[in-house]
C-alpha cells in the first residue's frame, strides 16, 4: 500500500509493533511520515473515555482490500460525536491479523457509533474474508496497557494479583512513613487520604512501570 492516498490523508497501516495511527480527515502528511491521532476536547466532568480493541483476522490474499476498507470506516467514525482517535496494527509483515484501537469520550458516543446502521453496512462489507473478536477496555485492564502495542488485558487473575502486591507495598509505605500523622487526623480523613495516595500511585507511577517490568509474565509471548 503507499504511503498515502490520492487525497494524502493517511498512512498506511504498520506492520510488527510499529504503530500508524490514521489521520483526521482533511489533514495531510509529508511522505512517510506517522500521523498524531485525532483527540477531541472533553470537558471536565464528563463520562470517562472508552477503549474498544478489535482483532481481525483477513482471508489470506485480502489484505489489501482489508486496508483500504480501513481507512474507509475509520473515516466514516470520525464524523460520530466523542470520536477521540482510531489506531490500526498488522501483527507482524506475513501476518494476516491486523487490530485496531477505537477511542469514544462516553459509552453512549461509543455506542453512537459501534450500533449504527452506517457500521453495519461498512461491516457486512467485509463479512465474506474476515472474523473478528471485540474487547472493551476499561476500568482494571487500562492500568495494564502496554504503550506502542496492542497487546489484549493480561488475564483477570495476573492482574488481580500484580494489584495486590502493589496496592499491599504502597498501604505498607504509607503507614510506615506517615502513621504517625495520619493518626491523629480523624478516621473518616485519614482513609481519605490514604485512598488517595494509593490510588494515584497505581495510576500513574507504580503500575506503568510494573506492567513494562513484568511483561513477559503478563502477556503470552505472540502478543508482545
Request: glycine content about 8%; charged content about 20%; overall charge neutral.
Amino acid at each position: 500500500m503507499s504511503d498515502h492516498n490520492q487525497s494524502g490523508r493517511y498512512a498506511p497501516i504498520a506492520h510488527g509493533s510499529e504503530m500508524l495511527v490514521t489521520s483526521e480527515p482533511d489533514i495531510g502528511h509529508a511522505e512517510g511520515m506517522t500521523l498524531p491521532s485525532r483527540v477531541g476536547g472533553v470537558p471536565p466532568g464528563t463520562p470517562a473515555p472508552v477503549t474498544v480493541m478489535i482483532t481481525w483476522n483477513v482471508l489470506a490474499g485480502q489484505e489489501r482490500a482489508f486496508e483500504e476498507w480501513a481507512h474507509g470506516i475509520t473515516e466514516a467514525g470520525y464524523r460520530y460525536p466523542g470520536h477521540l482517535g482510531s489506531n490500526w496494527f498488522r501483527l507482524g509483515d506475513a501476518s494476516h491479523r491486523y487490530r485496531t484501537v477505537i477511542r469514544f469520550a462516553s459509552d453512549d458516543a461509543l455506542r453512537g457509533w459501534m450500533e449504527s446502521d452506517e457500521r453495519r453496512d461498512w461491516i457486512r462489507r467485509v463479512e465474506g474474508y474476515t472474523r473478528r473478536s471485540e474487547q472493551r477496555l476499561s476500568g482494571m485492564e487500562t492500568w495494564f496497557t502496554l504503550p506502542g502495542t496492542t497487546a489484549p488485558a493480561p488475564p483477570r487473575w495476573k492482574m488481580f494479583l500484580v494489584t495486590v502486591v502493589c496496592s499491599y507495598a504502597v498501604s505498607l509505605t504509607v503507614n510506615l512513613a506517615l502513621g504517625d500523622v495520619l493518626a491523629a487526623v480523624p478516621i473518616g480523613v485519614r482513609v481519605l487520604i490514604s485512598t488517595v495516595i494509593l490510588v494515584g500511585a497505581l495510576t500513574w507511577p507504580i503500575l506503568p512501570n510494573v506492567t513494562r517490568l513484568l511483561r513477559r509474565f503478563l502477556y503470552p509471548p505472540e502478543d508482545l
